[in-house]
């Protein structure tokens, strides 16, 4: 599978964006989706995931204010970003999996196929 991410931008404190990822491949409904973020100088940090079937997890410093979702029918993910703090200024980048396991969402090597990264600028 192909992803691609897009959606970053700059936005002030506060605000929001939302995040698409567009998949090819007749399979996508198959895939975990994750996103995972990086910041310079900083290690590749887990965001968010949703399963084949829906389910979501987040990383504790977005849970509440960001929102991770698919469109099968559609071949996307999205993550939506509200209450956007300075500290959530990253690269972000969605990624793929068909084979990882619940204990490894958060783990970034276990994903197979990722996107280019779109950049995430939040302003104080």
């Known amino acids: 599978v192909q992803l691609q991410a897009s959606g970053g931008g700059l936005v002030q404190a506060g605000g929001s964006l939302r995040l698409s990822c567009a998949a090819s491949g007749r399979t996508f409904r198959s895939y975990v989706m994750g996103w995972f973020r990086q910041a310079p100088g900083k290690e590749r940090e887990f965001v968010a995931v949703i399963s084949r079937d829906g389910g979501r997890y987040y990383a504790d410093s977005v849970k509440g204010r960001f929102t991770v979702s698919r469109d099968n029918a559609n071949l996307m993910a999205y993550l939506q970003m509200t209450s956007l703090k300075p500290e959530d200024t990253a690269v972000y980048y969605c990624?793929?999996?068909?084979?990882?396991?619940?204990?490894?969402?958060?783990?970034?090597?276990?994903?197979?196929?990722w996107g280019r990264g779109t950049q995430v600028t939040v302003s104080s």
């Open positions: 990624a793929a999996s068909r084979t990882i396991i619940l204990s490894d969402y958060a783990d970034h090597n276990r994903y197979d196929y």
